[in-house]
C-alpha cells in the first residue's frame, strides 16, 4: 500500500484537489459545467465522454502520461446523441455544454 501511495506523490497527485472547483447551470436549453483546473493538469488533454446520465472528465497532469485525473457529473438528462457535448478549455477553465434533444433542458 505504501508502494501506491508513493507513486501517487511522485505523480504529483498532492497537487490535485480532491474537489476541483466546478458549476452546473441550466441555460436556454443546455446544461453548462464549468471546472476550474489546478495548475498541475494539462488543459491539452482534457477529454470528455457522456454515456446515460453520467458524463466523465479525464485530465492528464503534465510531465506523467501515466497520471490522469478523472470526474465525474450525474446530469439530469441523457447525453447519447453525437453532438450533444461541445467542450472548451480557457485561461484554466474548461466549459462543457449539453444540449437537449428538443432544446429543452431538464
Request: net charge neutral; hydrophobic share 40%; aromatic share 6%.
Amino acid at each position: 500500500m505504501s508502494r501506491i501511495a508513493r507513486n501517487m506523490v511522485e505523480g504529483g497527485w498532492d497537487d490535485v484537489p480532491a474537489h476541483p472547483a466546478a458549476d452546473m447551470r441550466e441555460r436556454d436549453g443546455h446544461y453548462d459545467i464549468l471546472v476550474a483546473l489546478p495548475g498541475t493538469l494539462d488543459p491539452q488533454s482534457v477529454k470528455v465522454s457522456a454515456a446515460g446520465n453520467v458524463l466523465s472528465l479525464f485530465v492528464n497532469a503534465y510531465g506523467q502520461s501515466r497520471a490522469t485525473f478523472v470526474k465525474q457529473f450525474f446530469i439530469p438528462c441523457g447525453a447519447e446523441r453525437a453532438g450533444a457535448v461541445v467542450t472548451s478549455v480557457s485561461n484554466q477553465t474548461i466549459r462543457i455544454r449539453i444540449s437537449q434533444p428538443n432544446g429543452s433542458a431538464g
